[in-house]
Structures are given as structure tokens and as C-alpha cells.
């Protein structure tokens, strides 16, 4: 008796299990937000995505109107290139700049950007205090916020690690998620096969 419980417990268990691979799992997968698509050899991109390309240049366009002066200095990143950015620091000379390996920034997926400032003698500056415009604000806090406005997420927001040049729209899609294939949809962001 106590064999054919053990056994009708394993086959109520196999059945659940089943279910849920064949059923609910590929669900999940469907209902994903609108304007993001799965597939599981996606390409990573090359280029910016055509939306954090425009915000960009909207941003570019509108801090320029105050006065300021910004540089964009990384859009799209190569894992190659995220992986040399990563071992700065570690195993070669500089200041650490990122946390993350290849294929773990969004800068891989062509979601974010950097910036600085060019200084009036024409040099490129990193300085979270520079009022370049002479208004009395931050220059970089006055980019911030025209980011911000345009729907971009700021490094400087982060609790563990500041990232104060950054700048980034993630869709509501986490590195795992892309890492897996999940990206925004736009024609031309990604080449599908």
C-alpha cells in the first residue's frame, strides 16, 4: 500500500511538473510588456535604440539652448570594449568606471549613454559643480534634469555604485532579460534572422 501512495504521489507530482513546464512556463514568456519581444538567439545590437538615439539628441539640443555645453562620449558599447572599460582598475592601470563585464551594461544593448562637459577652453571635464552657463546651477544637475525629463534613469540615482556620467532606459527590462534574448521592438534596433 504504502509502495502505490508513493507511486500515485509521483505521478500526481509528474503531472503538476508537466503542466507547469508545458503550460505556464510558455505563458510567461508570451506575456511580456508591450513592445518588448523574446527571441532566444537575439543579435545584440550594434547601435543605439532608435528612441534612446532621439532622447539623446533632444537632450543634446535642449541643454545646448541653456548654454551648456555637453558631450556625449559613449553611446553603444562592445562587449569587447565593456570588457576593456572592466578591467581598468583590475588588471591594467586607471580608476575603476564599471562594475560591469560585457553583456552586463545596457550600454551593450544600446539603451544608454555618458556624458561631460566640454569646459570653455575647449576641455572635456567631468565636474559635477562647473556652472559653464554662469546661472547659478550645476550644469551637470541641469542635464540631469533635463534627462530625467526625457525619460532617462541617472547613474547618480543608484544606491551601490554612482555612475554620474550614465544614462540609461531600460524599458522595464533587466540585464537578465536581455542576456536572454528580451528586447525592446523597433525594426531597426536589432536585425532579426
Known amino acids: 500500500m504504502r509502495i502505490l501512495t508513493n507511486l500515485t504521489n509521483l505521478f500526481f ?14 505563458q510567461v ?25 532621439k532622447r539623446k539628441d533632444q537632450l543634446v539640443e535642449k541643454v545646448k539652448g541653456s548654454g551648456i555645453n555637453i558631450v556625449i562620449t559613449e553611446g553603444h558599447r562592445s562587449v569587447e570594449r565593456q570588457d576593456k572599460l572592466y578591467e581598468q582598475g583590475r588588471s591594467s592601470n586607471g580608476q575603476i568606471v564599471t562594475h560591469a563585464r560585457g ?7 544600446g539603451l544608454a ?23 547659478g546651477r550645476s550644469d551637470w544637475l541641469e542635464i540631469v534634469k533635463a534627462a ?37 521592438e523597433v525594426d531597426e534596433y536589432a536585425d532579426e534572422e
Do not use: C
Open 113 to 135: 549613454i555618458d556624458f561631460a562637459l566640454e569646459h570653455e577652453d575647449g576641455r572635456i571635464i567631468w565636474d559635477t559643480e562647473y556652472d559653464g552657463n554662469g546661472n
Open 103 to 109: 553583456g552586463e551594461s545596457y550600454h551593450n544593448y
Open 29 to 53: 514568456e508570451k506575456e511580456l510588456p508591450q513592445g518588448v519581444f523574446y527571441k532566444e538567439d537575439a543579435p545584440l545590437p550594434t547601435n543605439l535604440h532608435p528612441t534612446v538615439e
Open 148 to 184: 530625467k525629463g526625457l525619460g532617462f534613469e541617472w547613474g547618480g540615482d543608484w544606491e551601490n555604485f554612482k555612475d554620474y556620467p550614465h544614462l540609461q532606459m531600460d524599458f522595464g527590462l533587466s540585464i537578465r532579460e536581455l542576456k536572454r534574448g528580451k528586447r525592446p
Open 13 to 26: 507530482f509528474a503531472v503538476v511538473v508537466a503542466f507547469v513546464v508545458f503550460f505556464l512556463v510558455p
